[in-house]
């Protein structure tokens, strides 16, 4: 079947496009979606009835009982294919990449829309102002119309994506949510990074909750080339995948071909020693390392055994991370401790994991009554600071609702010392997955090239010295 990547090798052999390594990645990743969407069946939209649409006061159950229900947590469909949220300035090749996705949907994608962003609010605007003349205002029209959006169009491609008005900010987050919900995947270009959208708009923090969404929900994809002293493009997408989908395979294996030098030292087995005993290194290539999530935490292995790896190699990828619960606690115990040392010796690390990082150590069922303990107890409050989790995971954790203090109490954790341990992790997680650090010590060209390099590398056996 004729896909994205076919089309962009044609388009090249007839001399339309120049092959360019950046951009054949971003084309990687439309191909990954491409392929999943090969399979993929969107299931039936169930309309919302208009009475389980107003609020309690309206609603006939809320005139018995006058009590407002607890805001439920909306659940995507389990096998909804992870869209695409592409950013770049003018001129990185936005429409361009747009039409070669759109153009070569699958054939059982039979409902699709494409429509420029700004068209789209509007007649959202005129479907939600049409309803609540209708039905009246006090009503969660929203719900409504994303079901009756969702029964044109199963994909969902978006030109231009921004928010630069209040009204859009306001309703943003729970219609594209209510979408993906019905099973709508969306793919989207933009001239920027989620972070930067509704930038110093008004209630901005009201935003935050769709920036988030924006970042777990589709993977973010930067369409403007930056290249090491190698001229190695780096991958256009974050260190961190999941689910644990078709695209998890390429995303490894395109930060692993960064971070390692394939040219110089092709991808090989190799072992350590530690104390007399072997740690196989499933790949190595240059100062990189790749692992089995089961391979590198599964075994019975400790703090020395990381200690001596992060002194062999800078950067690690390591794929099919699973959530951990209290039922896995010796596997993330182990795996926090590999994480401490990654950052300790300021190394790089990338994975692929079946959750997003806030799960990784409480599942949802988890979560829930984490929550529900907090609220029982008075932790859970918006405004109180979350010690040891960075803006990133702040934004995240308000958006449950929680507070680190209510999960650090929650009776998942035994003593106060392992729930340090699991804020501090994903704090660190956090960290270590910005473009600064990413970009450090890897001799960018925008940073310095070679010399940069250098300078990094000088303190990373300063380090080692030390450890």
């Not at 090969?38 to 389980?52: G, L, M, Q, R, W």
């Not at 769709?210 to 001229?231: E, G």
């Not at 990189?288 to 599964?298: C, H, N, S, T, Y």
């Not at 896995?328 to 994480?339: G, K, P, Q, S």
């Amino acid at each position: 079947m004729w896909g994205p990547l076919n089309e962009y090798d044609e388009r090249v052999q007839t001399n339309q496009l120049r092959d360019d390594e950046h951009q054949r990645g971003i084309v990687q990743n439309l191909q990954d979606l491409h392929d999943m969407l090969k399979d993929y069946h969107a299931p039936n939209v169930v309309h919302p009835s208009i009475e389980s649409l107003k609020s309690p006061s309206q609603s006939l159950l809320g005139s018995l009982f006058h009590r407002k229900p607890p805001k439920r947590r909306t659940q995507l469909p389990p096998h909804l294919p992870k869209g695409l949220y592409m950013f770049g300035d003018v001129g990185s090749g936005k429409t361009m990449l747009m039409d070669m996705f759109y153009d070569t949907l699958p054939h059982n994608i039979t409902s699709k829309t494409r429509i420029h962003f700004h068209n789209f609010m509007q007649d959202v605007h005129k479907r939600l102002h049409a309803m609540k003349m209708e039905h009246g205002t006090d009503l969660d029209a929203v719900q409504y119309v994303a079901a009756d959006i969702a029964e044109k169009g199963s994909v969902l491609c978006f030109d231009e994506f921004q928010c630069t008005d209040v009204a859009d900010a306001m309703i943003l987050r729970s219609l594209l949510e209510a979408l993906m919900s019905h099973g709508v995947v969306l793919v989207t270009t933009s001239n920027r990074h989620p972070n930067d959208l509704y930038k110093n708009g008004i209630q901005r923090e009201s935003f935050i909750p769709c920036i988030n969404l924006l970042k777990t929900s589709l993977r973010v994809l930067d369409l403007d080339s930056t290249t090491d002293y190698r001229k190695i493009p780096r991958p256009p997408s974050g260190v961190y995948h999941h689910p644990l989908d078709r695209a998890a395979i390429s995303h490894a294996d395109r930060w692993f071909r960064f971070f390692g030098d394939f040219d110089s030292d092709p991808p090989h087995a190799a072992t350590l020693q530690v104390w007399g005993r072997d740690i196989e290194v499933p790949k190595a290539s240059g100062s990189a390392a790749m692992f089995q999530f089961d391979e590198l935490i599964g075994r019975a292995t400790g703090a020395a055994d990381y200690l001596e790896l992060v002194r062999s190699y800078h950067a690690f990828v390591v794929t099919g991370v699973p959530g951990m619960t209290h039922r896995e606690r010796d596997l993330a115990r182990r795996f926090i401790t590999f994480i401490d040392a990654v950052y300790e010796s300021r190394a790089k690390l990338a994975l692929t994991t079946t959750v997003p990082l806030f799960q990784l150590f409480m599942s949802h069922d988890e979560i829930d009554k984490a929550l529900e303990g907090g609220r029982k107890t008075g932790l859970v409050k918006h405004e109180e600071d979350h010690e040891n989790v960075d803006d990133v995971m702040r934004q995240m954790m308000d958006d449950l609702g929680m507070s680190m203090n209510m999960l650090k109490n929650s009776e998942y954790f035994l003593g106060d010392e392992e729930r340090f341990a699991f804020a501090r992790a994903l704090s660190r997680l956090s960290e270590m997955g910005s473009q600064e650090w990413v970009e450090q010590g890897l001799g960018m060209e925008h940073r310095g090239g070679i010399n940069e390099k250098k300078g990094w590398s000088r303190v990373r056996s300063r380090w080692r010295e030390d450890s």
